[in-house]
């Protein structure tokens, strides 16, 4: 009798411990467990349902997570900010917003096949891994980063 217990009670930890979730993986379906950065970026699945651009006039973002960051980079289509986040448990280090030209782009401190994995989860839609031509891009385009070949972006535009 004592086998059987110890079985179950083996079974159960097992469920539970291989359950657990890392603090910065909040890859969840439940909207409430996402960070205000994941909210702010659930149009990447789909590239619509964005509320991100740089106001010119005001000198910021429209969006509240930009309060107190200040650009890395600033031109007359885009807008680029150095950020420490994650998305869905990938480290991002930049995210790029509209300014005049409709693009969000975020790196993420990882190879390109590992975050291939990882958003063929995440985007049911799927994604793209080069640009199509003359299209709206209704899923994003997953690439190896232009400025480093261990970093990857996921872009909408």
């Known amino acids: 009798m004592s086998k059987v217990v110890f ?9 539970f411990a291989f359950s657990e979730v890392d603090s910065k993986d909040s890859a969840t379906t439940n909207n409430n467990e ?12 789909t590239c619509s349902g964005f509320d991100l651009y740089y106001d010119k006039n ?14 890395s980079y600033i031109d007359d289509d885009y807008v680029v900010y150095d950020v420490e986040e994650y998305y869905y448990g990938m480290k991002v280090l930049k995210i790029t917003i ?8 975020i790196e993420i401190d990882e190879d390109v096949e590992s975050v291939k994995v990882k958003v063929g989860k995440l985007f049911v839609n799927g994604f793209h891994l080069v640009y199509p031509p003359d299209e709206k891009l209704d899923k994003p385009v997953v690439e190896k980063s232009s400025s480093d ?3 990857t972006n996921i872009t909408c535009d």
């Open 98 to 105: 509209p300014n005049r030209f409709p693009v969000v782009d």
């Open 34 to 45: 996402l960070s205000e950065f994941e909210v702010m970026l659930e149009g990447m699945k």
């Open 149 to 151: 070949d261990k970093r």
């Open 7 to 15: 079985v179950f009670m083996f079974l159960i930890f097992s469920v």
């Open 58 to 71: 005001l000198k910021r973002s429209i969006h509240p997570f930009f309060i107190g960051k200040t650009p």
